[in-house]
């Protein structure tokens, strides 16, 4: 089997893999100014994609913009939320170099979806496919590739452990080669009640004071797991931007998330906003938890509610996810200033940051890994992969971290 890294190698973002020549898995994008797309554009007989972030499916169109119409595999939610995410950037940066794909080549993604369930075997460019539960966010997935001769599992993004959305991973499927995440390789996430209680009395603590917390959140997982918390903890908040929709979208599939019962209390406990009429203004007076994309404050209502509430002290900015180098997020939480609609802003609000991250952190990776003692490990997406696999080579398992553009044969 041949294996090609066209992005997500050595980095966090635009993650693409080329297997034989013909089978693709996943096409993202890395968010940035300016973002950066996979190394190359490939016409493959197949696709398949893990799940539904930008970086693993913010191209995806992009794939069928000449003559080529792959066939595109995914689960129910992936396909939804990939089309939602095509048809926000198009909104946003439709026409321009930030956005390698058109309406029509939105349109055609539609006239090739395949969708297809957990452990439901299927064919792609003569691979056999199967997807396994990665506990990521809703409809994400590991891909089990058999080409007849080798078994090469690709784990997409993973959590081992259970999050108020969904719950984590189990699967560990037989397999003789695996391309492993490793976002959080040296990190260790502190037990998720802990900090769903902090958040929670340090939301409330600025209310009582009369204060509005900003909470940016991504729009997929991470601002239904917000909806979730704030629900559970009694905490009064708005929902903007993008997340109101796949919210709405995601209480379509039951069966892809832990407690459908408690997604649809948790709407009910929310308000969203519609944005008419100088209402976010207006919000930003309230005692409330706000929660709106971007998670990164790389646009959307974020960049009308920050400016409102920055120079006020008692206000608050929680930021709830990984901030890539470059961006708004991370600039604020390292200087406490940051690039906002194209002017630097000083923020005298409170900025804090809480790791409700849906990823697996060290001890999870490794928990995952040890069912692959025997196995080869290609260690991606990730800041430190090479750095991990030098760990994981001197803990016994045979790992090596691909670079970008790289092509190995296993």
Known sequence: MDVQFLGGAREVGRSAILVNDSLLLDFGILTGNPPQFP??????????????????VGVIPALLSGSNRPPIHWTPPTYELALTLARDTLKLHGGT????????????????????????????????????NAGHIPGSAHVLVDDGDTRLLYTGDFHTDDQRLVTGTTARPDADVVICESTYSDVEHE????????????????LWEGGTVVVPAFAIGRTQEMLLICDEYDIPCYVDGLGKQVTEMLRQYPEFVRDADA???????????????GQRKRITDQKAAIITTSGMLSGGPAMTYIPEIRSNPVNKITMTGYQVEGTPGRDLIET?????????MPVSAQVEQYDFSAHADRDGLLDFLDSYRDTTV????????????????????????????SEQTI
């Open 191 to 206: 037990d998720r009640i802990n900090v769903e209680e902090q958040f929670a009395e340090s939301v409330n603590t600025t």
């Open 263 to 277: 997604l649809r209390q948790a709407k009910s406990h929310a308000r969203f906003v519609t944005g008419r009429d």
């Open 378 to 405: 290609l260690v991606n997406h990730g800041d430190r992969c090479e750095q991990f696999a030098t760990e994981l080579r001197e803990a016994g398992i045979e790992a090596t971290a691909p670079e970008i553009g």
């Open 336 to 344: 406490g200033s940051a690039e906002i609609d194209g002017r630097v």
């Open 97 to 132: 170099y930030n956005c390698p794909f058109t309406q029509n080549d939105v349109k055609r993604v539609t006239e090739v979806s395949k969708t297809h369930g957990y452990r439901e075997t299927f064919e792609a460019a003569g691979h056999e496919i199967t997807f396994h």
């Open 39 to 56: 190394v190359e554009t490939p016409e493959p007989d197949a696709v398949v994609v893990s799940h539904g972030h930008l970086d693993h």
